[in-house]
């Protein structure tokens, strides 16, 4: 039996973000740096919550853009590697309150 | 450290080293430690001086003077430093009017932030009576078009500073220039475009929507804050800017016939 629990993510609290016509821009203040997120990636973006697992955000996104659930929850665990690797979101429980995004150059 | 700092600044006032300026409504009264850059800072401001009254004030320390510690925000550029609380600012290490101007600059895209207003990398021209902003980074073509603009109709060739009053959105002159020396009005317009800088073989104006018109200014916007809320403040300014004011990618090209392209 598998017993290990899903990875819960959470949107970096650093970060400035707003979503405008369905697009999010955010923005990483320590680095002032800023990201965008198409359609699909700002409807992940926006259950990043630290409640929903891959796998329900994967079945929101299939019912949502009608994309098969096997493309759903490999679209999404890409991106939420990607999100990762930048920092823009931090795994939920583990280093909560933390500055995730490096403050100073 | 308070009281040294109170007599410097009674100091520089009662031998007259202050200056009173207004940009963008925003007043700030400058304490200078000694005559020298207080006489090359009246020149070059001085179309932005205003009376004496209420304003923000900023003191700058000479050498043997340390700034106090703390600070809501600060910054750094070539030696001189900017520390900010909510009450004064304090200057220390400026030795040329170039890091007066880049301070300056600095603290004003912070003390802005809460009164619905930001710099922006952009020359900004009146014609009949309404602002048109055009922004870019350096080599964009700001100067260029503001040397092909009409005499007295230029506000800045370099920073504007936009700011909604109520509902309106104006752009106001500033006295932070490129190389196009205008005369940096103390003057202000109703904006009536935003319009991305890209030169072309031809004119061509297309609208943008505002989502792309956010991520087209956020580059062009003078932030120097880290701070998580100061950066969401600004993005619900431009997200509001870019859903009231039409903003543009215009394709121009480097002659007057460009101003023919404008919407009306």
Redesign the interface.
């Known amino acids: 039996m598998n017993a290990v629990a899903p990875t819960l993510w959470q949107r970096n609290p650093v970060l400035a973000w707003r979503e405008i016509d369905g697009e999010a821009v955010i923005i990483s203040p320590g680095e002032s740096v800023m990201h965008e997120l198409n359609g699909t990636g700002s409807f992940v973006w926006e259950l990043l919550d630290g409640r929903h697992t891959p796998a329900q955000i994967a079945a929101l996104l299939s019912a949502e853009y009608e994309v098969s659930s096997e493309t759903a929850l490999r679209d999404t665990e890409s991106l939420l590697q990607e999100l990762a690797s930048l920092r823009l979101i931090l795994q939920a429980g583990v280093n909560a309150g933390l500055a995730g995004v490096p403050a100073d150059r | 450290m308070r009281d040294s700092l109170a007599a410097h600044a009674t100091l520089g006032r009662e031998l007259g080293w202050s200056l009173d300026l207004s940009i963008g409504s925003t007043r700030f009264q400058i304490l200078f430690p000694d005559e020298g850059l207080h006489r090359l800072a009246a020149e070059r401001y001085r179309a932005f001086e205003a009376a004496e009254g209420p304003a923000f004030p900023i003191r700058l320390l000479d050498a043997r003077e340390a700034a106090s510690a703390s600070a809501d925000f600060s910054f750094k550029w070539q030696g001189a430093t900017l520390r900010c609380r909510r009450e004064d600012a304090v200057f220390s290490g400026v030795r040329n009017e170039y890091a007066l101007d880049s301070l300056l600059r600095v603290l004003l895209s912070w003390t802005l932030l809460p009164q619905k207003g930001f710099l922006l990398h952009a020359a900004t021209i009146v014609r009949g009576g309404r602002a048109f902003v055009f922004t870019g980074p350096s080599g964009a073509g700001k100067s260029t078009l503001a040397s092909l603009a009409p005499e007295g109709t230029v506000l800045t060739d370099e920073i504007s500073l936009l700011r909604q009053e109520s509902a309106e959105w104006s752009a106001f002159g500033t006295p932070f220039w490129g190389e196009f020396h205008a005369d940096g009005k103390s003057v202000h317009a109703k904006v009536a475009g935003i319009f991305q800088l890209l030169q072309a073989p031809h004119n061509r104006v297309l609208p943008m929507?505002?989502?792309d018109a956010?991520?087209m200014l956020?580059?062009n916007v003078l932030?120097f804050?880290?701070?998580?809320?100061?950066?969401?403040r600004?993005?619900?300014l431009l997200?509001r800017l870019?859903q009231s004011v039409p903003c543009y990618r215009f394709e121009f090209r480097r002659d007057a016939s460009l101003w023919e392209a404008l919407p009306a």
């Not at chain 2, 804050?225 to 969401?232: C, H, L, Q, Y």
Request: glycine residues 0%; hydrophobic residues 45%.
């Open positions: 929507s505002p989502a956010v991520r956020l580059p932030f804050s880290k701070d998580t809320e100061a950066s969401r600004l993005l619900d997200a870019a």
